[in-house]
């Protein structure tokens, strides 16, 4: 099957004591696993990015949004608990990962942050809800065991989070086609640093390929499958089974919903339950159904106010420039945020300022100069007339002030 052609169009570990322990246990091959594999309650949801074109006007939805999608889609199969995959890191480019929260002052390498948390505010309304929620990274070159640490160090107060999960297609990125693939001893090391943390947590590895996934290690590992570009449902069927037998032994999921599918699922009256059916008749060892974020709110649509998104984000928010590098332009997207105001829109707004300045400090150009009321903004820059080199962008909105850094090459 091809490659996550729709995912790739955005394009977008080290050793504990514990684990050294595990290893002479176990020995490298890590046959015996880390905890029995004990099945957990079935679950179905939703997967959820923040990657913006992939909801209406470009708004990321509500709390409330995702409980009823996770609900709804968890209603439609026996015994099923609402979940979600909830994705905290996006790969960037050049084996950088960003999250999507403030760093602890450290520095990391090929580890970006953002100033604001966009997950907190989610989280706990999870755990008010009762949606299983599963925070996945993106890794790029990122040290796995700093990237489990930043997550789970953060948000296990949650009772909502069960586990954490790497998306393998972005492992090594920058440097391997499809992602580099997990050696038995790389899967021991993750899945021990993760039950640290919690021995109930559990570690999910994600790709569309088997051969990705460590050889023979499964310890109390979650398969998860998210292939597309099928002709047909009988073809998702297949494939998915194959990938349920080769982890026989262990818990498997599926993501699917993908738009480039969406030629024969529309053709369905109920399009998440005539799949995840077929999927949990066919894979006895299926105990995860994902519903993907591009197309979600097709199949789910909001069914509240509560549920539709406002105009206006819930926090201030500088984005990295895009491209970066580029040549000789690109673009900015920044943040103001405002309240939800009866109806579902926003309120709010500040004076903003958005400008341009070389690396000795000197001002070069102003971008924005003007109020902008509380919404999602996106702001073109054409660097034709000035050379190659590092610039700075800082954004000034009522008492944000925040510079970030990026490099026009021609």
């Known amino acids: 099957?091809?490659?996550?052609?729709?995912?790739?169009?955005?394009?977008?570990?080290?050793?504990?004591?514990?684990?050294?322990?595990?290893?002479?246990?176990?020995?490298?091959?890590?046959?015996?696993?880390?905890?029995?594999?004990?099945?957990?309650?079935?679950v179905a949801g939703f997967r959820a990015s923040r990657i913006l074109n992939n909801y209406p006007n470009r708004q990321f939805p509500s709390p409330e949004y995702w409980i009823s999608a996770g609900q709804r889609m968890a209603q439609k199969f026996s015994g099923a608990s609402p979940a979600g995959i909830w994705i905290v890191s996006l790969y960037q480019d050049n084996g950088v990962t960003q999250m999507n929260f403030p760093?602890?002052?450290?520095?990391?390498?090929?580890?970006?942050?953002?100033?604001?948390?966009?997950?907190?505010?989610?989280?706990?309304?999870?755990d008010s809800a009762g949606v299983n929620i599963w925070l996945q990274v993106e890794?790029?070159?990122?040290?796995?065991?700093?990237?489990?640490?930043?997550?789970?160090?953060?948000?296990?107060?949650?009772?909502?989070?069960?586990?954490?999960?790497?998306?393998?297609?972005?492992?090594?990125?920058?440097?391997?086609?499809?992602?580099?693939?997990?050696?038995?001893?790389?899967?021991?090391?993750?899945?021990?640093?993760?039950?640290?943390?919690?021995?109930?947590?559990?570690?999910?590895?994600?790709?569309?390929?088997?051969s990705w996934m460590p050889p023979t290690y499964r310890g109390s590992i979650l398969f998860v499958d998210d292939s597309q570009q099928f002709p047909s449902l009988n073809s998702m069927v297949s494939e998915f089974k194959a990938w349920g037998s080769k982890f026989s032994q262990n818990n498997v999921a599926f993501q699917f919903?993908?738009?480039?599918?969406?030629?024969?699922?529309?053709?369905?009256?109920?399009?998440?339950l005539t799949i995840g059916s077929a999927l949990r008749s066919a894979v006895p060892n299926c105990t995860g159904l994902f519903w993907v974020?591009?197309?979600?709110?097709?199949?789910?649509?909001?069914?509240?106010?509560q549920e539709t998104p406002f105009d206006g984000p819930l926090t201030f928010e500088l984005s990295q420039n895009y491209p970066n590098p580029f040549n000789p332009t690109t673009s900015?997207?920044?943040?103001?945020?405002?309240?939800?105001?009866?109806?579902?829109?926003?309120?709010?707004?500040?004076f903003v300022t958005l400008k341009i300045y070389d690396v000795l400090g000197r001002e070069i150009a102003t971008l924005v100069n003007e109020a902008r009321p509380a919404g999602v903004y996106n702001v073109r820059w054409d660097a034709s007339s000035f050379s190659s080199g590092v610039y700075f962008y800082r954004l000034h909105a009522g008492d944000f002030v925040e510079t970030k850094t990026m490099v026009l090459m021609k």
């Not at 090391?189 to 570690?203: C, G, I, N, Q």
């Not at 919903?257 to 998440?272: E, F």
């Not at 974020?293 to 106010?305: A, E, K, L, N, W």
């Open 293 to 305: 974020d591009f197309t979600i709110t097709t199949v789910f649509p909001p069914t509240s106010v």
């Open 332 to 350: 900015f997207e920044f943040r103001i945020p405002g309240f939800p105001a009866k109806g579902g829109s926003a309120s709010g707004g500040e």
């Open 1 to 42: 099957m091809n490659p996550k052609t729709a995912h790739q169009s955005f394009m977008r570990s080290g050793f504990t004591l514990l684990t050294l322990g595990l290893m002479l246990m176990t020995g490298v091959q890590g046959q015996t696993s880390l905890t029995s594999a004990v099945s957990p309650s079935f």
């Open 257 to 272: 919903g993908y738009k480039i599918d969406t030629t024969w699922w529309k053709q369905y009256a109920d399009p998440p």
């Open 139 to 210: 890794p790029g070159a990122a040290s796995m065991d700093t990237l489990i640490t930043l997550v789970l160090g953060r948000y296990k107060q949650h009772p909502c989070v069960k586990g954490f999960g790497v998306d393998v297609e972005w492992f090594y990125a920058n440097t391997s086609s499809g992602g580099r693939r997990v050696t038995d001893a790389e899967a021991l090391a993750w899945e021990a640093r993760v039950k640290s943390f919690d021995p109930a947590y559990s570690l999910f590895l994600k790709h569309y390929a088997t």
């Open 103 to 126: 760093g602890n002052g450290t520095s990391y390498p090929y580890i970006q942050f953002i100033s604001t948390d966009q997950n907190e505010v989610y989280l706990s309304r999870f």
